[in-house]
């Protein structure tokens, strides 16, 4: 394969590679919201971006479909002087400080409203109510309580199309003008605060998603768009109080929506294709075969592995074993009898091809004999005992070959 093809092959592979990815990240998101449909709630989020039961996603999407201009509300509040219409807390994840009960009090007072729907349970979640001289009774426990309009509010603009309202609360608030009441008493308040107005309840699961799956409950929705179209300006959810802020920081910004997850992923791609050619990653090659040993580099080394070993007897034995097999089989003789037996058939043999220097074969079998039982040998002995084999062995090939040979072998 060409280079030219193995680049563009490898191009192909990349781009199917970041199709498949980011298909994969929308099908996993598009999965994890319908199982969280499924799944239980291990705490319970009012907020808009929280598609779960207890989540106001439903309520910001009919806001936004019957024309009411929504937004998120991520910044601090003193912020809040920049923008006009009402701030929508409900249920805050923690409570507001004192210095942030100001700063919604007074921007309030300049003309915009609040509506601020939670169960007040604690005293640190009464801190704007302590500043407009409202207080939290105890009440009976109400689980979606059918409270029918009168005719009297049927007449207010906020009760328009609105007949019947079901009730989830547990307290009760002393102040303003109620609302929504029952015997205990009221369970959303009205009241005015300098230039604006501030609506108040106990009722933080009034629109929640849980109740969109019931037509009976949509009479509740459609008390909060009345409130909502009243109003001239924007319709402000507060999720500040939901631990979500807005980040300078593009990456944290992306991270927090789908293009987010895809654009990290391109991002972990590109360090690994980066990575990749730095190690040279690609088609598999084929490597150089190595360079074999030479038969002399592996007998010099072998022979210098015995040397530092002083295993010279060892080295005796194997070189004289082989010279044996070689004397023996050019002779005629088996290999397995004794040195005796092979010295003497070499002396009484007419055949045999060392001829009259079969004692040179006797001297030799002799000292290899004693050298072995004396288990002892000098380099200087072994050189001898070697250089003494190749002569006899020497001997025994001119004696076997041709004349031919021999005569080449004697020029």
């Not at 601090?76 to 923008?83: A, G, N, S, T």
């Not at 004289?320 to 397995?336: A, E, T, V």
């Amino acid at each position: 394969m060409s280079v030219g093809k193995e680049k563009l092959y490898f191009r192909l592979q990349l781009v199917t590679f970041v199709i498949i990815s980011a298909l994969a990240v929308f099908a996993s998101i598009g999965f994890d919201a319908e199982l969280e449909k499924y799944l239980p709630e291990s705490q319970p989020l009012a907020s808009i971006f929280n598609k779960r039961p207890s989540g106001l996603s439903g309520l910001f999407e009919i806001a936004e479909g019957v024309g009411v201009t929504c937004a998120a509300w991520l910044s601090p509040y003193r912020d809040l002087k920049k923008k006009n219409g009402m701030l929508v807390i409900i249920a805050p994840s923690d409570s507001l400080k004192d210095f942030e009960a100001e700063q919604i009090l007074c921007w309030v007072g300049k003309g915009n409203r609040l509506l601020y729907l939670d169960r007040f349970d604690f005293k640190m979640f009464r801190r704007l109510l302590e500043k407009i001289d409202v207080e939290i009774t105890d009440g009976k426990e109400l689980t979606n309580f059918p409270i029918s309009i009168n005719q009297k509010s049927e007449s207010q603009p906020e009760f328009s199309h609105v007949s019947q309202l079901h009730i989830t609360a547990d307290n009760r608030i002393k102040g303003g003008t109620p609302l929504v009441e029952d015997r205990g008493g009221a369970l959303l308040t009205e009241l005015t605060h300098g230039n604006g107005k501030i609506y108040l309840g106990t009722v933080p699961t009034f629109c929640s998603n849980r109740l969109l799956s019931d037509k009976s409950y949509w009479s509740n929705f459609q008390f909060i768009i009345n409130i909502f179209r009243a109003e001239k300006g924007d319709i402000i959810f507060d999720e500040h109080c939901h631990g979500y802020s807005e980040s300078d920081n593009v990456f944290g910004f992306l991270v927090r929506r789908t293009p987010g997850l895809v654009f990290c992923q391109l991002i972990l791609i590109l360090a690994l294709l980066v990575w990749s050619q730095s190690r040279h990653f690609g088609r598999l090659r084929k490597a150089d075969t190595p360079r074999k040993i030479s038969s002399l580099e592996y007998i010099k080394g072998l022979s210098n592995t015995y040397r530092r070993a002083r295993a010279n007897i060892a080295v005796l034995e194997i070189i004289f074993q082989d010279f044996k097999i070689r004397l023996c089989k050019n002779n005629g003789i088996s290999p397995g009898e004794s040195d005796e037996s092979i010295v003497e058939q070499l002396n009484s043999s007419t055949k045999a091809t060392i001829g009259k220097d079969s004692d040179r074969v006797s001297r030799l079998f002799g000292s290899v004999g004693n050298y072995l039982q004396s288990k002892h040998l000098t380099n200087k002995q072994l050189k001898e005992v070697v250089v003494e084999c190749d002569k006899i062995n020497k001997i025994c090939t001119l004696s076997t070959a041709s004349p031919h040979k021999k005569e080449m072998k004697r020029k």
